[in-house]
């Protein structure tokens, strides 16, 4: 058995090849863009060989090329190899004999591969994102430019209130500020039409996919999370029922405190902010629309909030809403507060799917 550590970059890749005994057989250097080449090279070593390549984000391409062609292909956690590098000097060999030294001593830190229909909705959910916020920012840039001219906008620029107010105050505005004004609008327009597209495409690829939609079904139900928050949680943790217990999954999202110990003294800390910050983004979010619209959570987040403050109150009810979907999907029922009757069966009462 050949062990194959891989350090990958966007322009090159370095591999280190050992046999059982850690013997380095081969070291190289490939290019990303001869793809034909690569496919080659890890064909060349037969079945009888396992690879292990450092989670980064633009690994899939590699994944879905050598997968076929190895006998084990598996994702290194970075901070864990970290950990393991001691004071060696950082090159591109060191770290890819790290990573196949580790593999063939069963000590390498493991990282989490989604499947294929959870890494087309994290891409998904992730444009979605991203397209929603530089929505949100051409519309802020546009009530600044109501502010600079001391006009009163609507409450809410979306492209047909804006496009009524910039019509009704267009003569007030200086040549150089309704050039912007209108531009900002062409692209509220635009950005508009591409927040549906991308909700359309997710409750599309969930219709195809019914546990996906299963899931996301049941986290929707827990307070001040839509249905866009429950497709990005089941995004962003790939499976949510694979983690074994809550500390488990707040540690993966980044809202565990961080832990300093010395003797019999501990500190606890801010949060880590390890994991995918668009997950902690949505539960932030979350967690204030609960607090405004849900009374239960409004009293859980006023009692952390007299020891512990405002925010980081919202931020401990933003890991109780995550634990609280992590207990529906595992349950397989709807969320309900203790003492509550259970509701119905969110999957019994749905029709069509929307966003």
């Not at 599309?204 to 839509?226: D, F, K, N, S």
Request: hydrophobic share 40%; with cysteine; charged share 25%.
């Amino acid at each position: 058995m050949k062990t194959i550590g891989v350090d990958l970059h966007k322009d090159s890749l370095t591999t280190m090849v050992l046999d059982d005994q850690g013997a380095v057989l081969e070291r190289r250097d490939l290019s990303t863009k001869c793809r034909h080449q690569i496919q080659e090279y890890f064909a060349s070593y037969g079945p009888h060989c396992q690879v292990a390549v450092e989670s980064v984000g633009f690994y899939y391409w590699f994944w879905e090329l050598v997968h076929p062609q190895v006998e084990r292909l598996v994702l290194a956690d970075p901070a864990g190899v970290r950990a393991h590098a001691g004071r060696k000097a950082k090159t591109d060999r060191n770290d890819a004999l790290l990573l196949a030294t580790l593999l063939r001593e069963n000590r390498l830190p493991m990282a989490y591969v989604p499947t294929e229909n959870i890494r087309a909705l994290r891409e998904l959910v992730r444009h979605r994102h991203s397209v929603g916020r530089s929505l949100a920012r051409e519309r802020r840039c546009l009530r600044w430019l109501a502010l600079k001219n001391n006009l009163p906008g609507p409450t809410s620029f979306t492209s047909d209130r804006a496009q009524k107010w910039i019509l009704s105050q267009e003569s007030k505005f200086s040549p150089a500020h309704r050039l912007a004004a209108h531009q900002r609008l062409d692209q509220i327009i635009a950005l508009e039409r591409h927040v549906a597209d991308a909700d359309r495409a997710i409750a599309q690829h969930l219709v195809g996919e019914p546990a996906l939609r299963q899931q996301v079904e049941l986290i929707a139900t827990v307070p001040g999370i839509g249905t866009l928050t429950a497709a990005t949680i089941v995004a962003e943790t790939g499976d949510i029922t694979r983690f074994d217990n809550p500390d488990q999954l707040g540690a993966y999202a980044g809202l565990a405190p961080r832990v300093s110990q010395s003797g019999e003294t501990v500190h606890h800390g801010r949060i880590s902010k390890h994991g995918p910050p668009i997950l902690r983004w949505v539960l932030q979010q979350a967690a204030w629309t609960a607090i405004r619209t849900d009374p239960q959570a409004r009293r859980l987040h006023a009692r952390i909030g007299k020891r512990a403050g405002t925010k980081k109150a919202a931020t401990a009810l933003a890991r109780k809403l995550l634990i609280y979907a992590w207990s529906v999907a595992r349950r397989h029922q709807p969320f309900h507060w203790p003492g509550d009757p259970l509701p119905q069966d969110p999957a019994a009462s749905v029709g069509s799917y929307e966003i």
